[in-house]
């Protein structure tokens, strides 16, 4: 075959495959625009008003993609942590894609303003409100400082670190040596005496507690700061 013949052969496979290409592209970037619309609105009716993130894994160009007459229709993405797989599927002409894609989650919470130590009792000093990611998280987490005002921390915290549930004690109600309000009820009568807290505890809490005028110990829940009430 000689260089013209070569020549025109090239410039006609260039036509014909060049709109199949742009079309299979165009298709793709259409599906990859209705995934994210899809996934932003999911993640944003969760009722968690955090903040999110998506970024589409880009669809292959070299899937033939059939245009799409009606509507993309979308299953609920599944997937753990921030990598979740999302499936697309074309009702007419039937056809159907798998996506994947990154989310990631952000919320305002509490973290620890500076290195705290083991035991301190935490102050509003201590701690501050900040944007994190909290994709991954699996403790609970605090998004006001007043909550964890007078806790005491479990462990070494480090600076900017989330602050869960798990690395918090949760201030005492009641220390050992306390005087304290017994409070009993019978057949709606209540009948109250003087006694002193034989242990420590947290609200619902129940310790031991001894009766100043018997001098009996009996076990009672704490009901508030000074107040316990027996069974």
């Not at 009716?45 to 999110?52: D, I």
């Not at 070299?62 to 499936?87: A, D, M, V």
């Not at 909290?134 to 900017?160: E, V």
């Not at 201030?171 to 420590?200: F, H, M, W, Y």
């Amino acid at each position: 075959m000689n260089t013209y013949n070569l020549t025109r052969l090239f410039l006609l496979t260039t036509f014909l495959l060049s709109p199949l290409q742009l079309f299979a592209a165009g298709e793709a970037e259409k599906l990859e625009q209705s995934a994210e619309h899809y996934l932003y609105k999911h993640y944003s009716n969760t009722g968690t008003g955090t903040r999110v993130e998506i970024k589409l894994n880009p669809i292959s160009r070299k899937i033939n993609l059939k245009s799409c007459l009606k509507p993309y229709e979308f299953q609920t993405p599944k997937g753990n942590g921030s990598r979740i797989t999302l499936k697309a599927r074309c009702p007419s002409p039937l056809w159907q894609l798998f996506i994947t894609a990154e989310v990631k989650e952000f919320d305002i919470a509490v973290v620890a303003q500076s290195s705290l130590a083991r035991g301190t009792y935490i102050s509003i000093q201590d701690i501050k409100l900040k944007e994190v990611e909290i994709t991954s998280l699996r403790s609970a987490y605090f998004t006001k400082l007043q909550d964890i005002l007078g806790w005491t921390s479990k462990r070494s915290i480090a600076a900017d670190t989330i602050i869960t549930t798990s690395m918090l004690k949760v201030p005492l109600a009641v220390s050992k040596g306390d005087a304290l309000i017994i409070e009993a009820k019978l057949n709606g009568v209540s009948i109250r005496t003087s006694g002193t807290a034989l242990e420590s505890g947290t609200l619902g809490e129940q310790i031991k507690v001894r009766n100043d005028r018997s001098g009996v110990m009996v076990k009672a829940k704490i009901i508030q700061a000074g107040l316990v009430q027996v069974p």
